[in-house]
Each structure stands twice: as C-alpha cells, then as structure tokens.
Nanobody
Framework: QVQLVESGGGLVQAGDSLRLSCAASGRTFSRYGMGWFRQAPGKEREFVAGTSASGGSTLYADSVKGRFTISRDNAKNTVYLQMNSLNAEDTAVYYC?????????????????????WGQGTQVTVSS
C-alpha cells in the first residue's frame, strides 16, 4: 500500500518562501513519477509541478514557473516543492501525487488521471 504524507505548509506573507515535503512509503520510490497539485477554494485541482522517476526531467505550470522548484531524493523516498516569491494566488491546499505504474526515467506526468496515489494535502496560505 502506497502512502504519501505531506508536510511544510503554513501561513506566510507575500514574497516569502516555503518548502513542502512529501514522504512516500510502500514501494520502490525511484521507479515512479511524482507530482504536486493544488486546489484553491471553489476551484478545480490543478497541476503545479511534476518530476520523472529519476528526477532528471521536470515540468511546471506556467503560473509557478521560475518561482517553484520540484526535486526528489530517492534515497530518502521524498519529493520536495520549494516555493519562492509566494503571492496570494498561491493560497491553496497542496497535494502530493504518485504514479501507479512504472515510468520511463524521463517521462513527467501532468494530468490528474495519470496519478493513482494522493496525499492528504497541506494548507498553504499567503497573506498579502
């Protein structure tokens, strides 16, 4: 059984930084793509960033490109989301997601249906 546990959310001011972590357990972490999504009140859950199984390829939503960085430490079974220059539009619940099938080392999943496992979410609130 795959389990994902996010941490690192909180209340910050505009311009601040946060780093989210997602600890995975239950299988060989390094064989699967990982991603971060977010959901603001009244909105659909949207893709934020994704990383390939190896970590060598990454993709970002246009709204966070240049401000957020996704990375993974396969030795620690953990994926991170470094968020800089936060603004009020980044306020949302952030979810970690994991692929359910083995990926090629370079492929990055960007769609919700491509992910089979989800964490419980962590709240990020940015005050302006």
């Amino acid at each position: 059984q795959v389990q994902l546990v996010e941490s690192g959310g909180g209340l910050v001011q505009a311009g601040d930084s946060l780093r989210l972590s997602c600890a995975a357990s239950g299988r060989t972490f390094s064989r699967y793509g990982m991603g971060w999504f977010r959901q603001a009140p009244g909105k659909e859950r949207e893709f934020v960033a994704g990383t390939s199984a190896s970590g060598g390829s990454t993709l970002y939503a246009d709204s966070v490109k240049g401000r957020f960085t996704i990375s993974r430490d396969n030795a620690k079974n953990t994926v991170y989301l470094q968020m800089n220059s936060l603004n009020a539009e980044d306020t949302a619940v952030y979810y970690c997601a994991a692929a359910g099938t083995v990926d090629s080392t370079w492929y990055v999943r960007t769609r919700r249906y491509e992910y089979d496992y989800w964490g419980q979410g962590t709240q990020v609130t940015v005050s302006s």
